[in-house]
Structure formats: C-alpha cells, structure tokens
C-alpha cells in the first residue's frame, strides 16, 4: 500500500529520493555509453612511414692522343699538342708535294661513357697559303700517299679550314681496359703557287663529348 502526505498527497519523501537516484544513475550510465564510444575510436589510430634513399656517383671521361699508335697521353692544349710525324720534311716542301701523317685517338681505361668527337681548327701561325689537306679514318695505324679510308675532311680543304660538323664516334672500352682507338691519317698537299722559303703550322682540336 502506498503511503501519501495527508496535506499535498504527494508520495513521501524517501520515494522521491528513490526516484531522483534512479534517474541519475541513468544519466551516468548514458554517460558512460558515449565515453565509452570516444575511447574506441581514438584507440583504432595507426601511423606508419617508408624511406628511400638513392646514392649517385659520377663518371669518369678522358680523351688520349698517339702519333706512334701505341702510347696514348694527353695533349690537353693548344699550347701542347701532339707533333705530326710528316713522312717528307715540312721544311722542303715544293709545289705538288704530297706529305702524310698518322694520328690516333682513344678513350682512357677510367672513362665510363662512349663519345663523339668534333674536329675544328685550333689556329695557325706563319704562312700556310698554298696548302690543303685530307683526313681519313683507317682500319689500322699508318699513313702513305697511297692510304685509302672514310673521308672526315675532303681532299682540298684548305689547311686553316675544317667543315662544319665533322665528328666520328668512339667507344668506351670496359673491364678496365680502354676504348678501341680510331686511327687517322693526314695529307697535305702543297699547291703550285707555294712560295719559297714561307713557313708555319695548323692546328686541329679533337673535342669529345661524352654520350
């Protein structure tokens, strides 16, 4: 049987403190509901990161000259070039005089990349009128008047003077060893209208570029 105020009917007061209990506690209980729900998703956070690195060493590129076909140096400058060998006295030239000389080139054994090399004047001094030449590529060093091969510089071209884009290839040599060498053979010619007595020198830069 319950029990009521006799003045307001109400329920007595322990009854509503009953009551009031009850609700609170389903208050925190719902309150614990949604902490519980927070807790969870900060929990299922993840990071994880990948590196790469890379490690890049340059090459090496060496051009080498030879006028004997067997030793290969540097002749790095104009002011150091590598003496011709002309096969007639370049100091007793006379008209219609041929005189010839062999050259080589290769790639040193610490060069990594193939290359091509252009051909240009590097300047003259003293007199060279009444001269021309021809350069030939040859399967073998050495060179005569009779020496036949590729063309890179046509016959008559005058002695200060190389055509426009005149290049051949080399290739880089591998295990250490060095490139196989291209060989060339020069011709100059002396035309008959050389004067007596006139003297000078040409010179020609080989420039490789690496591939």
Same mark, same amino acid.
């Given at each position: ?58 090459? *090496? $590129?060496?051009?080498?000259? =030879? /006028?004997? +076909? @067997? #030793?290969?140096?540097?002749?790095? &400058? !104009?002011? %150091?070039?590598?003496?011709?060998g ?10 219609g ?9 290769e ?32 399967? *073998? $060093?050495?060179?005569?008047? =009779? /020496?036949? +091969? @590729? #063309?890179?510089?046509?016959?008559? &071209? !005058?002695? %200060? ?27 100059v ?20 570029a690496?591939?």
């Open positions: 049987m319950t029990h009521t105020d006799a003045v307001t009917g109400a329920p007595p007061e322990s009854g509503r403190r009953r009551g009031f209990r009850s609700r609170r506690v389903k208050a925190i209980l719902a309150g614990g509901l949604v902490l519980g729900v927070g807790a969870a998703v900060t929990l299922a956070a993840w990071n994880d990161s990948e590196f790469a690195q890379g490690t890049f060493t340059a090459g *090496t $590129f060496n051009l080498v000259g =030879s /006028t004997d +076909g @067997t #030793t290969f140096t540097d002749h790095a &400058t !104009a002011g %150091t070039p590598a003496t011709l002309f096969t007639v006295n370049a100091a007793s030239l006379s008209p005089a041929v005189t010839t000389a062999p050259f080589a080139v790639l040193a054994a610490n060069t990594t990349n193939d290359a091509v090399v252009t051909v240009s004047g590097a300047g003259s001094t003293g007199t060279v009128a009444q001269l021309t030449y021809e350069l030939l590529q040859t399967t *073998t $060093f050495g060179c005569t008047t =009779s /020496t036949t +091969g @590729t #063309t890179v510089v046509p016959a008559g &071209t !005058a002695l %200060t003077t190389v055509p426009a884009s005149t290049t051949f290839p080399l290739v880089h040599g591998t295990g250490g060893a060095a490139g196989a060498p291209v060989f060339l053979c020069y011709k010619t002396a035309g008959a209208g050389l004067v007596q007595g006139q003297t000078g020198s040409a010179t020609w830069q080989f420039a490789a690496s591939q």
